[in-house]
């Protein structure tokens, strides 16, 4: 098979029924025009390329600042971190999380997440009940984060205006 080829299909194919190799073929195509589309929007629009690369830009200092916080902070400071970014697309101060996806999230155990849980309610910089965090206190909470929150918030400030 040559490379971007799409893998046959067997033509024992329920009467009436549209062929997937056709499908495939078709949509393909309807894909290949649409990137071709919006490449020369790219290159009609100066402004439109310029937003989208410093876009491309925040978005990759977003990745390289979660793998240095992932690295090297401690997880009360990794979930002090993700419940403000968290904390930053809601309208108010609740948070409707369970321990489970914030350990999926921040890729620790269960049970971590509900000691660093403990420890931050501890500090009062949050409050958490079934299925919800309430953020009492932001300031200590970007305290306790120690650099490793708003610097992608900072950059796209900068970049994006």
Same mark, same amino acid.
């Given at each position: 098979m040559k490379p971007g080829s799409l893998p046959q299909t067997p033509p024992e194919v329920d009467a009436g029924a549209v062929k997937a190799g056709s499908? =495939?073929?078709r949509y393909k195509c $309807? =894909?290949?025009a649409? *990137? =071709?589309? +919006?490449?020369? &929007? !790219?290159?009609a629009s100066k402004t439109l390329r310029q937003r989208m690369q410093r876009y491309a830009h925040v978005f990759m200092v977003q990745i390289a600042q979660t793998a240095f916080a992932n690295g090297t902070a401690r997880i009360e400071e990794r979930l002090a971190r993700w419940?403000?970014? /968290?904390h930053d697309r809601q309208d108010d101060d609740k948070i409707h999380l369970t321990h489970e996806f914030i350990a999926i999230m921040l890729g620790v155990r269960r049970s971590g997440v509900t000691d660093a849980l403990h420890a931050l309610e501890g500090q009062g910089l949050i409050r958490a009940s079934r299925g919800v965090v309430r953020v /009492?206190? =932001?300031? +200590?909470l970007m305290? !306790? $984060?120690? +650099? &490793? *929150? +708003?610097?992608?918030?900072?950059? *796209?400030r900068r970049l994006m205006g």
């Open positions: 499908f =495939r073929r $309807a =894909r290949v649409e *990137y =071709r589309c +919006g490449l020369r &929007t !790219l290159d419940l403000q970014m /968290a /009492a206190n =932001r300031k +200590g305290t !306790l $984060a120690r +650099g &490793t *929150y +708003g610097v992608p918030k900072s950059e *796209y």
